[in-house]
């Protein structure tokens, strides 16, 4: 391996932080965080179906007019304000910075559907940021995971074959993507969920990114 | 108008036929048959995004496979068989023979996810064949709805362009794509859901067929 590629959403920063701020403006903040990201994550995959892209901020809000829609409840615009710049201030998992120090040695990357001020900022605000020699968005090719154009920014950043690079992602579907175009896998599993039916197996599979190194042998 | 292509699938036919077929085998029917609808839809779209094709047969067989193991129950190659074989079986809905006699002036068509086998199973079995003028699946170009290329069949096959075809659907997610395409649309929102936040609005919205052709005046 030369090279390690990391989603962001999931894999690096728990996006359970906003079930928290949902708890201030519904009784029911799980239901409401699960449908919201449930339509964010839809709204990309039909997004780049039907060839009309827009940025993962824009998708990020109108998933969330969707949920609010849904549970039929009143919004302020402050407080709209606030659930989206949840996504700024997302808490890196407790492994994270120390995991990240260990394979200091190689060409990290993150890859992420987020936009580029979206991740700017999150990895800004967490203190990962100088970790990482290439931020890479989706926004660049304006179509979303598991798309193989936005798995083919790795390669063309870090300039190393997309055989050398081991991509790590909690997402099923990111994992399932990563290895259709080619990448070694590995799948951080952080909730026991199930592997989609999709014909693609992970590398590796751990539960935490600490879990991950010791089974490269790292 | 000059033409009408119809979805299949909770448009024409009742999926809800399938939760019936789930009750002898699990004690939550319709909660399976939720979690193989929603797989089945999210397969189609990964697949489409991941440039890995496979058809609609095949998709919700792998569906099916995810949903059982989710539900950690043991399913004979039996049961399996007779699950998969209800998707050949599923009963219109009560007024679609009525209305589909209704248009029979008009170029009609069927353009659905399904595969030819089960499109041609399923209308030849519900008796309602001898209405369409061609049955189109997204079989031929190897991608799912959304995508433009599904819609593009239409025209293609009735010789008529996209703007004097009607495109009827009950899925929130076909809606969009077919306006975004740039087809007339009517959405048949049966069960009352919300349309997803993704810039487009059907031309007509309707609770049944026969409402739909009252409000094109036909």
Redesign the interface.
Known sequence: MKGFVFDAYGTLFDINSVIEACKYIIQDPEGFSKLWRA?QL??T????????Y?DFWEVTE??L??AI??FSISVSQVERKKLMETYLYLKPFAEVADALRHLKNYELAVLSNGSPMMLNTLLENSGLKHYFRYILSADEVR??????KVYALGPKYLGIPKEEIFFVSSNS?DV??AK?FGFKVGWINRSGT?L????MKPDIIAITLEEMSGALGL
């Open positions: 339509k839809e709204y995959f039909l997004r780049s179906l039907m060839e009309r827009k109108d998933a007019t969707f829609n849904s179509t979303y995971k598991p798309s193989p579907f399932v993507g259709a199930q989609d039916e999709l014909g």
